[in-house]
């Protein structure tokens, strides 16, 4: 099996197992008139990736969620983010079988700059081997398919908000932040995005079935991302039909020490990826 072949039967098989997935809701108080801050949320919006480079590093919670056929399931996922390296690590929580009886063995992820590394993928992979899925290659970019956005392409998406309002001030863990409600375009995100982002992001912006993003996010003082939701759409191959996804991203603790270590060649499992 070539390497490409490998890269797509990696990717196909993590849409099966996960794209029955998905996140939680946000809500805050309401505008403050007077607050100078919010005097253009567009451009501190499109910020906002910036501000979190500049903190370093973060611990990061995922939340993914999607209803299908009269079933919600949600994936969730905890690790954390290195935003200078690029380089994050999480450990994701499958969901149960639709009838509770299956629990499954948490997949570990590593995601670095255009590629999505899992461990405990399953499915033929031996136990101690990591697959690798080249995230350019996913028709979402990877925004969905791993069962957790990449915290900074989340933050990135943000760089092609079109429209965007203030809604208000709130706490989120005791921490005061600014609440702001808009709409992203993946293709302008894609241009303006840093690196590899600009290839995940202009994937998405084609294989979703509409580029422009719905999302709900809360900014601190400092402009950093405390959480972000967006709301993905995209068509489901085998039904033709459009499935809504939300993803819930936050993140807290920055400037913590993250030390992420991709795998080496030799721990790649090189081989066929049974399907399912």
């Known amino acids: 099996m070539t390497e490409r072949q490998q ?14 997935a998905c996140a939680t809701g946000c809500s805050g108080s309401g505008a403050t008139l007077d607050d100078a801050r919010a005097a253009d949320p567009v451009a501190a919006l499109r910020r ?3 501000a979190l480079e500049d903190a370093g590093s973060s611990k990061a919670r995922t939340s993914m969620e999607m209803a299908t056929g009269g079933t ?21 929580m499958l969901p149960q079988d639709p009838a509770g009886t299956s629990e499954h063995r948490p997949i570990t992820e ?23 899925v080249d ?22 998406v943000l760089r092609g908000t079109r429209t965007a309002t203030y809604v208000g001030t709130t706490e989120l863990a005791g921490t005061e932040v600014r609440h702001y409600r808009g709409t992203a375009d993946l293709a302008a995100a894609a241009k303006h995005a ?4 600009k290839g995940v992001l202009a994937a998405a912006a084609k294989g979703f079935a509409t580029a422009a993003v719905p999302f709900d996010v809360y900014l601190d003082d400092q402009g950093r991302i405390r959480k972000i939701r967006h709301r993905f759409s995209f068509v489901n191959g085998q039904q033709q039909a459009t499935v809504a996804v939300a993803s819930t991203t ?3 603790d ?3 020490a993250t030390d992420v270590r991709l795998p080496a060649a030799r721990d790649i499992y090189a081989g066929e990826i049974a399907e399912g």
Not at 7 to 20: D, K, P, T, W
Not at 194 to 197: C, E, R
């Open 7 to 20: 890269r797509q039967a990696g990717g196909s098989v993590v849409v099966a197992a996960v794209l029955m």
């Open 48 to 50: 906002a990736a910036d």
């Open 72 to 92: 919600r399931v949600t994936i969730r996922g905890e690790g954390v983010y290195d935003f200078r390296e690029r380089l994050g690590r999480l450990k994701v």
């Open 110 to 132: 590593l995601l670095a700059p255009g590629a999505l590394f899992m461990k405990n993928r399953g499915a033929g992979v031996p136990a101690d081997k990591w697959v690798r």
């Open 135 to 156: 995230t350019a290659t996913l028709s979402d970019g990877n925004l969905v398919t791993g069962g957790a956005t990449d915290p900074l392409a989340a933050a990135e």
């Open 194 to 197: 840093s690196g590899a982002n």
């Open 250 to 252: 936050l993140l807290y």
């Open 254 to 256: 920055f400037g913590i």
